[in-house]
């Protein structure tokens, strides 16, 4: 008995580190096959002052779905979802664009500025959400629909341009400040990219707010049973509110960074299906999608993956229109291993064969 | 008094959203008739166009009603209907091949389909979220691989019959200017989506299929120890989906006569907001097909006010649409409120 | 097999990650008994009905059933149910959302001759099987509508209506009042006669002595014997469930009263004509510091949403609380908390525990909501009042971060009381704290309340067991019909006094 227990103890320690285990496996797995595939996969380099290549290249790439996933991860967590994520990051970045003023003199508002207000644009879309979601006690999915479908509406309205002495609505405003730039791209004599600076310190800020405070406590007991949690001094209608605002601040930030990185604002293509990656994410490290406890690590090591994988696809030559398909394999793959059922079927397979084993 | 007496023991607490809905798409349409009169809005026409125009989302959204109840989601719908009237048009255009064995064809697809997303979501416990999202990647890009261009269908007579053929109703006719008698027409697509309105709301209503799908709904690990065979039931629900959703897709394909890349983008959204619309609760157990045509009448109504404000530009489209969307749902939420503070 | 045994089931053995739950657990049931499975909490007795019945698989031994050759394995509860074992399980295990009447003919719905469902003839045969247990509601309402007592019955009524050899109840009687527990011994009797076999688990012994004719023991996982009903008195099977034997109670109230001179205390509490519309008729009541305050009445006579308003769970629609000499003006839960009230709610599964958190989150949670969320508990102040509240309720749990779903029923309870005691509160309310715990802990619990009683806590205590009370409060609160109907002294009162009382005559 004693042997026997200090052994599922040792078992039992095992499975909670599972929890990150599987995601950081499927991670490894995608890049494994890189290896294989593509040699130089791993080779970083310094071009033009600027560090290069793949691993860089996913790293970069992956920063808004990072920023992202961070949102989103709270949003599920209790028990909600945002699908409006995409639009929002739209909208906010053509509000910070139209900030930056459309033309070449035209700087109607300093940077600084104009980004905070793209990000308070984002917050509020988020507290919109948060509205109707924790107060109203609407469904999230369809809470979020309304922004979903509107968001892209008015940003276009916002993106307007002078065209012929009218104002236009839905054209593509191009940024006229080289110091835009660097917030997507690099900052002068910095080798790393810009993004890579404010992912990592939008999740440390999470991390360090999550894990200093109560909040994830919170934003668990509200996911998993917010009545008992109501009963306990937990104001689920306020926490909720607020994983949906910091979901829009984390939206509107991407979004930003993509403008930058475009040097533009793109009504129609900054964001887009940026929530479905976002949520894939969320899924991809192991969270439930249905509230409760969550893993924010998780969240940023299925970012990864997600943006991992593309840029694989990309590299063994898969075209942009093919690329779904292959996706969409590799993720169900991916959930697949890690799912509970597969593991305790092919348990049970092994353990009958020790047995018939052990009988003959 | 009276009338919340009535109130009180007519509606019981789950088909209450269901009832306030379908007094909101009346009250509208007397709205509609009030403000858009001289627009034709009162034309029985109208109400039948209304149908025609999503003669394909009632379909979808009496599936998706189906898989919501079981505490799921399906979100891969709008990609397999692009898939559906790509193929339908790739084999009948490019192949050569009959209206009948295509349409079979696509209809087995949905089944297959249906059958490989539920299998993955009640066999290995995957979360529908996730396994329909893949299966909405998978589809589309599946779309692009047949063809990236668009394809019409021309030349398949039987196919554009089909389409096109006008089914008189005899009532309603309206007399135009010239003194003719006109009657108003409905395609055939329409009567299939009635149909299988009714086969689904039969299903949910009255058999043992249909009621474990609420049993589940309500709390999968009460009907697990009640002795449902849950992921049968699980599965089943997620075969038929998808079933529906192919012939969603035919009977869109019906409309459109064409199939491309992004057709039907989205088209699992306005599913999901038809049927949350119509009562139906996301979190699963609660739910009818009924409410969720209404939820469709609901988001037409909307679109034929804007089509009745003359011409606006996509955008606009969009934002007026959400506004009255959000404005709807949260007067729904209000009265579901008010009512949940009246009975306790 | 032996003549007349229905069911065995030998060395079985069940492994949870951190548990063993059972250790090669025998048991053996006859044709027409009523054998009661004994055990305190967490004994194993939920898990071995669960094996039996397919939610878990076990790890070893075998079961035989009547009329079946080979070793059955039922593979799920379906199985089970198709090998004549009908169950109601621990925690009421049906669906809220669909009708009282769907919810008794869960995938055995009356067909008509097309093959649909026959909506008119289910509604009239479940109204059949509810009379059985004496029920008389509208089947056509979804059964979330119904109280926790009610949705008990209803769940009786679906496990005998299923034709059956072996009926399983895991402590149906929890949450019924005398009434109900009377009309289910009578439809346990009458199956009896008619040869179903029962097994039957409760922590009440009175009623093992009342219907059982046969028992089994378990003790932490492992099996300690199976006697008939005459060959073991109450103290004996209370040593077999414990190990040890128990303390007697009998003295308790009596030396604490007279040390405690309630009367001459302030009040620490005081509510003028708090009222909701629909949940409880408006109501005056003062409370003593230091006093233990009852509240009885039947199920449904509104002692629970009295409790609700003083805690504001439930918001009050009018009258005021004044709370330690000020307007208490409490909006949520949080405020009444942060003033010095704690609650613990009725309902264990749908307001108390919050399942996918650990024990020590379970634990630490009301006070660290009390604390503020911008003040995080260190995680050694965290852990070592885990340990403390772990080994002083004598939770059972493989390690303070297991789930605390994964707890028995009964240890659930000791957490969530445990929470509440965490924040060391002014006014605790207890509402059925000691549902579903066993007969030591129970003891332990009552001896609790007088202690804690008199280092100055003010307890208010509602139970539907009249004696657990009369042996803990100085005053009892009586209602009836969601109505306040008076109030008792507990000078020598007796369960019959308290009984008229509640019956309407003051
Ligand atoms: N799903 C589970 N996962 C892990 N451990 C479990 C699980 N279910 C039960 N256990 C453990 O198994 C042991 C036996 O639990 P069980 O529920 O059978 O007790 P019980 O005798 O029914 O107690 P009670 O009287 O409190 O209901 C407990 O220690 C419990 O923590
Ligand atoms: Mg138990």
Redo the contacts with the bound molecule.
């Keep these: 008995m004693g042997t026997n227990s200090n052994n599922f103890r040792g078992g039992f320690k095992k499975l909670t580190e599972m929890r990150l285990f599987l995601p950081i496996v499927a991670l490894i797995l995608v890049l494994l096959v890189n290896i294989i595939k593509t040699p130089t996969f791993f080779n970083v380099s310094i071009q033009n002052g600027v560090l290069y290549g793949y691993v860089i290249d996913i790293l970069n790439r992956s920063c808004e779905l990072v920023i992202l996933a961070v949102g989103m991860t709270l949003v599920i967590a209790t028990g909600g979802i945002d699908i409006s994520v995409g639009a929002v990051s739209a909208l906010a970045a053509a509000i910070c664009i139209r900030m930056l003023g459309s033309s070449y003199d035209a700087y109607a508002v300093p940077m600084g500025i104009s980004i905070l207000i793209g990000l308070i644009a984002g917050m509020a879309c988020g507290a919109f959400n948060g509205f109707l979601v924790a107060k109203m006690r609407i469904q999230a999915m369809v809470a979020t629909l309304i922004l979903f479908t509107a968001g892209r509406g008015i940003a276009q309205l916002i993106s307007a341009r002078e065209i012929g002495g009218k104002m236009v609505p839905g054209q593509i405003i191009y940024v006229r400040m080289e110091s835009f730039k660097a917030f997507g791209g690099f900052l002068p004599n910095v080798v790393v990219p810009t993004p890579f600076f404010i992912a990592a310190a939008v999740v440390i800020i999470a991390y360090l707010f999550l894990s200093k405070t109560a909040f994830g406590l919170y934003i668990q007991a509200t996911g998993i049973n917010s009545k008992a949690g109501r009963l306990v001094g937990i104001n689920s209608t306020l926490i909720t509110f607020l994983c949906y605002v910091i979901c829009g601040l984390t939206a509107a930030l991407a979004g930003i960074i993509s403008s930058s990185r475009i040097y533009s604002s793109d009504a129609n293509n900054i964001g887009l299906y940026m929530e479905l990656d976002a949520i894939l994410a969320v899924a991809l490290g192991g969270n439930n999608m249905s509230g409760g406890k969550f893993s924010l690590a998780g969240s940023v090591i299925g970012a990864i993956t997600i943006q991992a994988l593309t840029t694989s696809l990309y590299a063994m030559g898969v075209t942009a229109d093919q690329l779904p398909v292959y996706k969409a394999i590799v993720v169900i793959l991916i959930v697949s291993i890690q799912s509970e059922e597969l593991k305790r079927w092919l348990n049970s397979r092994s353990k009958k064969n020790a047995t018939i084993k052990v009988a003959g | 008094m009276k009338i919340t007496t009535w109130f009180k023991t007519k509606i019981s607490g789950n088909n209450f959203l269901l009832f306030i809905t379908i007094a909101m798409f009346i009250l509208m349409y007397i709205a509609g008739l009030v403000i858009y009169s001289d627009q034709g809005f009162g034309n029985m026409q109208t109400l039948m166009n209304m149908l025609m125009d999503n003669a394909g989302l009632i379909i979808a959204a009496a599936g998706m009603t189906i898989v919501i109840i079981t505490g799921g989601i399906d979100i891969s719908i709008g990609s397999v209907i692009g898939l559906v009237c790509m193929m339908l048009a790739f084999m009948m255009e490019k192949m050569g091949m009959g209206a009948g064995a295509s349409i079979a064809i696509v209809l087995i697809f949905g089944i297959i389909f249906g059958f490989v997303q539920g299998w993955l979501i009640s066999y290995l416990k995957i979360q529908p979220f996730i396994v329909t999202l893949a299966g909405m990647f998978f589809c589309r890009g599946l779309t692009a691989m047949i063809s990236v261009n668009q394809i019409a269908i021309t030349t398949n007579k039987v196919f554009l019959g089909m389409a096109n053929k006008n089914i008189k109703i005899p009532f309603g006719a309206i007399v135009n200017k010239r003194g003719i008698k006109l009657y108003p027409f409905i395609h055939p697509s329409v009567v299939i989506a009635l149909i299988t309105l009714i086969v689904v709301w039969y299903i949910l209503k009255y058999t043992k299929f249909g009621r474990s799908v609420f049993a589940l709904g309500g709390s999968e690990q009460s009907a697990l120890l009640m002795g449902l065979n849950v992921r049968r039931t699980k599965l089943f629900a997620y075969v038929l989906n998808g079933f529906l959703a192919a012939l969603a897709g035919f009977v869109f394909c019906l409309n459109t006569t064409s199939g491309f890349v992004e057709q039907a983008r989205g088209f699992e959204m306005e599913a999901i907001a038809s049927a949350v619309i119509g009562g139906t609760l996301l979190t699963g157990g609660v739910g009818t097909a009924i409410g969720s045509f209404f939820g469709v009448l609901i988001k037409a109504i909307i679109e034929t006010y804007i089509r009745c404000n003359g011409t606006l530009s996509s955008w606009w489209n969009k934002i007026v649409l959400s506004a009255l969307l959000c404005f709807f749902i949260v007067l729904q939420s209000v009265f579901a409120s008010m009512r949940s503070k009246h009975n306790s | 097999m032996e003549n007349n045994v229905v069911l065995t089931m030998r060395g079985i053995d069940?492994i949870?990650?951190?548990?063993q739950?059972?250790n090669k657990v025998d048991f053996t049931l006859k044709k027409g008994e009523v054998h009661a499975?004994m055990?305190?909490?967490?004994?194993?007795?939920?898990?071995?009905?669960?094996v039996l019945t397919g939610v878990?698989q076990k790890e070893g031994g075998e079961i035989h059933i009547e009329g079946i050759s080979h070793p059955l394995t039922n593979r799920s509860p379906e199985e089970a149910q198709k090998n004549g074992i009908s169950t109601v399980y621990?925690e009421i295990n049906l669906c809220p959302n669909i009708s009282v009447a769907e919810n008794i003919f869960v995938a055995r719905q009356p067909r008509t001759r097309i093959g649909a469902v026959n909506w008119k003839k289910m509604n009239k045969d479940a109204e059949k099987a509810l009379k059985k247990v004496g029920l008389d509601i509208n089947v056509t309402k979804p059964l979330g509508e119904y109280s926790v007592a009610i949705q008990q019955m209803v769940a009786i009524a679906r496990a005998i209506d299923v034709q059956c050899k072996v009926l399983i109840l895991?402590?149906p009687t929890s949450s019924l009042d005398d009434s109900e527990v009377k009309k289910l011994f009578d439809v346990m009797n009458n199956l009896k006669a008619s040869g179903v076999a029962i097994i039957f688990?409760t922590?009440f012994l009175e009623q093992v002595y009342e219907v059982c004719d046969a028992i089994t023991v378990?003790r932490n996982?492992e099996f300690v014997g199976e006697y008939r009903i005459a060959e073991l008195p109450r103290v004996q099977l209370v040593a077999k469930m414990l190990g040890h034997d128990v303390d007697d109670l009998s003295s308790l109230r009596k030396t604490s009263k007279e040390k405690n001179n309630i009367q001459n205390k302030d009040s620490i509490l005081k509510a003028t004509q708090l009222g909701k519309a629909g949940s409880i008729k408006p109501f005056d009541i003062e409370i003593k510091r230091g006093e233990v305050i009852g509240l009885t009445g039947l199920l449904g006579s509104g002692r629970s949403e009295l409790a609700r308003l003083l805690f504001c769970a439930d918001k009050p629609e009018q009258g005021d609380i004044v709370f330690k000499a000020e307007n208490l003006n409490a909006h949520a839960p949080i405020d009444s908390i942060k003033k010095g009230m704690a609650f613990l709610p009725e309902d264990r599964k749908e307001e108390g525990i919050i399942a996918d958190l650990s024990v020590r989150e379970n634990l630490m949670i009301a006070l660290q909501a009390r604390t503020g969320m911008f003040k995080l508990l260190p995680m050694s102040k965290q852990n070592e009042l885990t340990e403390k509240f772990i080994k002083m309720l004598k939770i059972?749990?493989?390690s303070p971060e297991?789930?605390i779903?994964?707890?028995?029923?009964?240890?659930?309870?000791k957490v969530i009381l445990g929470r509440w005691l965490i924040t060391n509160p002014e006014f605790l309310i207890l509402d059925e704290p000691t549902r579903?715990?066993?007969v030591g802990t129970k003891t332990e619990i009552q001896k609790l309340i007088v202690n804690l009683a008199e280092e100055g806590m003010t307890i208010m205590f509602i139970s539907s067991e009249i004696e657990e009370m009369l042996r803990t409060v100085n005053r009892l609160c009586v209602l009836c019909d969601r109505q306040k109907i008076g109030e008792l002294k507990n000078d020598n009162l007796s369960q019959h006094d308290v009984m008229t009382a509640i019956a309407g005559g003051v």
């Design positions: 069940k949870f990650p951190g548990v739950a059972l499975l055990g305190e909490n967490g004994a194993g007795k939920s898990t071995l009905i669960k878990y621990q895991d402590e688990v922590h378990l996982g059972k749990t493989a297991t789930l779903k994964q707890l028995s029923g009964g240890n659930q309870q579903g715990i066993d």
